[in-house]
């Protein structure tokens, strides 16, 4: 019953933007294969985020990078009928927390924008970072950039807070919807993999106790 009820929470036509896809048959496909079968198999979450042996990091973190995306995506993808330009005109973590929008292109200065708007910019930002050749590179022999683990940092720190946002001002949903357990399931993955590789910044992970344990970071 439990399933049927999250495939109801977790339908298609929910998803707040389209799957991003491996393509089979590549290196990352097969990753990504194995990356499942380990989260599928019940092991600790803490076992499944390590790097397999003789697994290349970029390609294990850039598997999670877009599977985090399309996991996230349809979590929010969920709450956005109770996340409006009414309900959360300020893109926040509660009361201590604000975070304002600031990319290379529309908004060279952070700015303070409604958490509907703000959740747009960021999936709409990732998507468009996670299609790019040149930093996401898809064919064989073609290396990461530079710049590649930085990239994800940034991208990960920013979905970060859609969970802050998601499970501090749209608890009730979740509950309400009987998805609890798929979100925090998802968050504590997120949460063991961030870090294992050290990729997000300690003060961002401040407002969000631990649901699993109560602890603060």
Same mark, same amino acid.
């Given at each position: 019953a439990m399933a049927l009820c999250l495939k109801q929470v977790f339908n298609k036509d929910k998803t707040f933007r389209p799957r991003k896809k491996f393509e089979p048959g590549t290196q990352r496909f097969e990753l990504y294969k194995k990356a499942q079968a380990s989260l599928k198999s019940g092991l600790d979450l803490k076992a499944?985020?390590?790097?397999p042996p003789g697994e290349s990091i970029n390609d294990w973190i850039a598997v999670? %990078? %877009?599977? =985090?995306f399309n996991r996230i995506n349809l979590i929010y993808g969920t709450m956005s009928e109770y996340c409006t330009e009414r309900s959360c005109p300020i893109m926040s973590g509660g009361l201590k927390y604000e975070y304002r929008w600031q990319d290379d292109s529309k908004y060279k200065k952070p700015t303070k924008l409604s958490a509907p708007q703000y959740m747009c910019m960021l999936m709409d930002w990732i998507e468009m970072l996670i299609n790019n050749e040149d930093i996401f590179p898809t064919r064989i022999g073609v290396p990461f950039p530079?710049? =590649?683990?930085? %990239?994800?940092?940034?991208?990960l720190t920013r979905l970060f807070r859609v969970f802050v946002h998601v499970y501090i001002h749209h608890f009730d949903s979740i509950i309400n919807m009987g998805a609890e357990a798929h979100v925090n399931t998802c968050y504590k993955h997120f949460y063991y993999f961030i870090r294992e590789f050290s990729l997000i910044d300690h003060r961002e992970l401040e407002p969000l106790v631990r649901p699993w344990d109560g602890e603060v970071e």
């Open positions: 499944v985020v390590q790097l999670h %990078v %877009v599977d =985090f530079k710049q =590649f683990q930085q %990239v994800c940092t940034k991208i």
